[in-house]
């Protein structure tokens, strides 16, 4: 499995950023998908998550600015990034993983996810 990043930059505060992310060597629409984010000094946090069915989870802090889709014929995960501010500045990853393993541990935790991308640095000036 590889999963490779794309869409990050820099923005001004208010402005948007649509993350892209394409898989390789699986069936997409058989796992489990979501974005993380992580700053430098702080831990990983989720940010959204969606299955096989279309369902989709969004942590608090993003929710209403923030929208996860994934293209099942093209293996390819998005994050469209609306209102944003410096506080979400920070690498965004995304991560693939089996329904049991996800849900074992939460949709936004990422011990569940087995299978993650090297990260592509959004920057969101004030």
């Known amino acids: 499995v590889q999963l490779m990043e794309s869409g990050g930059g820099s923005v001004q505060a208010g402005g948007s950023l649509r993350l892209s992310c394409k898989g390789t060597g699986y069936t997409h629409s058989t796992y489990c998908m979501a974005w993380f984010r992580q700053a430098p000094g702080t831990e990983r946090e989720g940010v959204a998550y969606?299955?096989?069915?279309?369902?989709?989870t969004y942590e608090v802090f993003v929710k209403g600015r923030v929208t996860i889709s994934a293209d099942n014929a093209e293996n390819t995960l998005y994050l469209q990034l609306n209102a944003l501010t410096p506080e979400d500045t920070a690498m965004y990853y995304c991560?693939?993983?089996?329904?049991?393993?996800?849900?074992?541990?939460?949709?936004?935790?990422?011990?569940?996810?087995?299978?993650w991308g090297q990260g592509t640095q959004v920057t969101v000036s004030s």
């Open positions: 969606i299955d096989s069915n279309g369902l989709t």
């Open positions: 991560a693939a993983g089996p329904y049991e393993g996800v849900h074992l541990y939460g949709r936004l935790v990422s011990y569940g996810y087995t299978d």
